[in-house]
């Protein structure tokens, strides 16, 4: 099973490239992969001229399965209301069969209008519970924001508000991936039974850390989850390949009680 993972176009900017957009999802398109996540920031500034164009590169991806959020930047200027205006809701959850992997995925807008801090909210836990729940092979939470701190991002910041919060909530419901953009440094941390995969800027020269645009492939087969990163156009190195079972001892998926993910009615309810 194959997941290509890519974050930050940011469609508008001044050091937006199209051409290396056009180069990953050529790429990405002769890869076939099962899942398509864009993790954020699709737009510079979330302006109305930028969604219809972010809209129609981001259309030449050929997969059954493309899962957005928006970012940061994507809900600058009221540019929230036209992401779901372009792209439809901006949190998904989905079962799919890939591979003979039964997946379930959830995705959250970790978004706050005008501002650089995400956060997941406590009003979304009970959702994202139920979202996972049940029989699954293999369970992905995707968000914009990192639930951790990148090395080589410079001053540390803008991880979401509720990290902790919600890497102990993402740990009870067992998940396996969680995928995330908005750093512009590809990297992946593998915690408590669960690898936090971040995919770099895809098609800008906004780097820092890592100096080249790049997005993720991301491979589970045979007891594995592989994380290459790929230059449009360039070179692709490896990210790590990690067992895909962790040990009992070390994935430790006990309760905290003060993570709470009530069910029933919530405010995020499809
Ligand atoms: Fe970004
Ligand atoms: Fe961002």
């Known amino acids: 099973m194959l997941i290509a993972q890519l974050s930050d176009v940011h469609v508008g900017g001044a050091r937006y490239s199209r051409e290396l957009l056009e180069a990953a999802i050529g790429e990405i398109n002769a890869a076939e992969p099962d899942i398509v996540v864009v993790a954020g920031d699709v737009t510079d500034e979330g302006y109305p001229d930028q969604y219809p164009l972010a809209k129609q590169e981001l259309e030449a991806i050929a997969c059954e399965h493309v899962i957005l959020v928006p970012g940061n930047h994507d809900a600058r200027n009221v540019g929230y209301a036209l992401f779901e205006d372009t792209f439809g809701t901006r949190d998904t959850r989905m079962r799919l069969e890939c591979a003979g992997l039964e997946v379930a995925l959830v995705a959250v807008d970790s978004s706050k209008p005008d501002l650089d801090e995400g956060e997941i909210g406590r009003e979304h836990y009970g959702w994202i519970e139920e979202g996972f729940a049940g029989d699954a092979d293999l369970r992905i939470f995707v968000c914009h924001h990192h639930l951790m701190p990148v090395p080589g991002t410079g001053r540390e910041r803008n991880q979401v508000l509720d990290a902790g919060d919600v890497i102990s909530l993402l740990r009870q419901l067992s998940v396996d991936l969680v995928l995330s953009g908005h750093r512009h ?86």
Do not use: C
């Not at 039974?193 to 790049?214: C, D, L, N, Q």
């Not at 087969?221 to 360039?234: D, T, Y």
């Open 185 to 270: 440094v590809p990297y992946v941390w593998p915690v408590a039974g669960m690898y936090i995969v971040h995919s770099g800027t895809v098609s800008t020269y906004r780097t820092r850390g890592f100096p080249h645009p790049a997005y993720n492939l991301v491979t589970v087969e045979n007891g594995r989850i592989a994380v290459e990163l790929k230059i449009p156009g360039g070179e692709q190195q490896s990210l790590g390949d990690y067992p895909r079972d962790w040990p009992e001892e070390l994935s430790a998926r006990h309760n905290d009680p003060f993570v709470r993910a009530p069910s029933g009615e919530s405010l995020a309810n499809d």
